[in-house]
């Protein structure tokens, strides 16, 4: 750590060109005073051979030290924790000013050299610290002071040399404090500049990573179409198919982003843009086009003197499926709460209505009723219960779970359930891939797990084709997730419906409640997994059309092995398609 007052905190590179520059200095010093020496000689007052020998020699190490930095220690750099010059660079420049004028002085004692030694005074205080730099002043004075004392005792006017030797003294700590004040004022602003540089370096690095990986397009445009940075998403919004490459490129050399360069260049011309951004499409060609929703910004003028425009883009698909997104949430908070009022009131009824069969119990036409209304009450509690089962603000708790005895046991209860026979007769096939049978671990909650199942397998089962084996159930490794499978031999999905499968309240059915499979998703969610619809194409070895509609979730592997919950086993044997070939279609 530096001292107070010492310019060690100059950066190497800083203190290289100080002393560069002073060492250009001495050699202008040294060929000056050359030229005053033989100056002096051409008017008669010739030097002795002392004063001339020193000069010469002092002129020809300054020229040499400047031109040959390298050899005078020009590229030294100072040991770790030490601060200002090596020792080589002060012997060669402070050191060897202070011996050659001091000679100087001894040599000619009438000669006025006390002049020079501001110089090593002044590299001193700018390039050492505070205490090394006043040593350095006080060397010279000390020998100024002895020479006018020695003079006293020789000379007659000894006393002015003394008090002249005093002033020059003064004037070489006074040098030398000022130049290590204004040294340390550089060394502190170049540490505050380099603390500001490396901070903007790191903000502008951070905005960057920021402006990357942004979802919103975002590019910069001038006036004259020229895009000069886009990020990833604007790269991918402006291209068909695969992104952009990395550079610059103009908006007037694709058909399709014409109506872009329009926009920007009606509103360079003062048009007023809406601060929540305008819808444009983007034709591709072929069918192909995208909605954007584009907002612009307009920056100060930069260096160059032209006006930039801050593209920001969003898919329009996207914003719509982020405000359905958070219609969704809403209504699910409103619709666990009417859920929650709801169920009470339920309870009530049913309790009154069992009260009321119990007293009705002779009179036959009344019966009809009593039941009419026991199975509204509990399709009510049903549709109360899907209601709370995905309302939000319930943490998933996740298990490691063996899947295929639990999937096993749940095809066989729901079987039961519904009154399937389990023989070859019966429409349900398990197939349990050898991998899965021997112990796929997974992560989610098991009560959850079978209600996924369960309503996959109803609505499975409710829209097959009647048979044998018209609905099958598939578990099977699949990379880093096990892939659990419901088919049902039924008709395509019309693809209407298809984009709405997942949605809440959404029902072919008259009665249906539309939770079933928006149920399935939510708790896939919940807990990672996937759920995705696809159309399979299967055939026997006969030729004979089995296509099928399959609901895949794709179960996350569970990272700690150890954690498996013991599952009770089924008694219903693995069963497979008759030979069957799937294809995705």
Known sequence: ????????????????????????????????????????????????????????????????????????????????????????????????DVALFTLLQVRDPGGTYGALFFMPALMAGALLPRLRALGCAAVPSLVLLAISGWAVFSEHDGALRISQAGLIGCGLFVVTLLANE???????????????????????????????????????VDRRGLVRTANPAARVLLAEGASLRPGSFRLDATPAWKPLLRAIEKAFAGEHWPEAGRDLVLEFGRGSRRSLRVRMRFTLRPLDGDDLCVLFLEDNRLLEARNRQEKLAAMGRVSAGIAHEIRNPLTAIAQANALMAEDLASDPRLEPLTRMVASNVERLKRLVDDVMEVAPGIAPVALTLAAAPLVREYCADWAATQRLPVDETGPLRLDIAQVARDGSLVSFEPEHLRRVLINLLDNGLRHARPGPGSLRVQ???????????????????????????????????????????????????????????????????????????????????????????????????????????????
């Open 1 to 96: 750590m530096s001292s107070p007052g010492t310019p060690g905190a100059i950066s190497a590179s800083t203190i290289q060109r100080l002393f560069r520059a002073f060492m250009g200095a001495r050699a202008a010093l040294g060929l000056a005073l050359l030229a005053t020496q033989s100056l002096a000689g051409l008017m008669g007052s010739r030097p002795t051979g002392w004063v001339a020998l020193i000069s010469l020699i002092y002129g020809v190490q300054t020229v040499l030290a400047w031109l040959l930095p390298r050899w005078f220690g020009g590229g030294d750099v100072p040991a770790k924790g030490r601060t200002g010059l090596t020792p080589r660079q002060f012997l060669v420049s402070i050191g060897v």
């Open 182 to 220: 204004i040294a340390s004022r550089l060394a502190r602003e170049e540490r505050a500049a380099r603390g500001s540089l490396e901070y903007a370096r790191q903000q502008a690095d951070l905005n960057r990573l920021v402006i990357e990986e942004m979802e919103e397009g975002v590019a910069v």
């Open 475 to 585: 578990l099977a490794d699949e990379g880093e997730w096990v892939r659990l499978s419901v088919f049902s031999r039924a008709d395509a999905i019309p693809p209407e419906v298809e984009r709405h499968l997942f949605e809440p309240f959404f029902s072919t059915r008259s009665r249906g409640s539309g939770l079933g499979l928006y149920i399935c998703r939510e708790l896939c969610e919940r807990y990672g997994a996937r759920i995705e619809y696809h159309r399979v194409s299967a055939a026997t070895e006969e030729g004979a059309d089995l296509s099928a509609n399959e609901f895949r979730v794709l179960l996350p592997r569970a990272v700690s092995p150890s954690a498996a919950l013991a599952s009770i086993p089924s008694a219903a044997p693995d069963s497979h398609f008759p030979d069957t070939e799937l294809h995705e279609r």
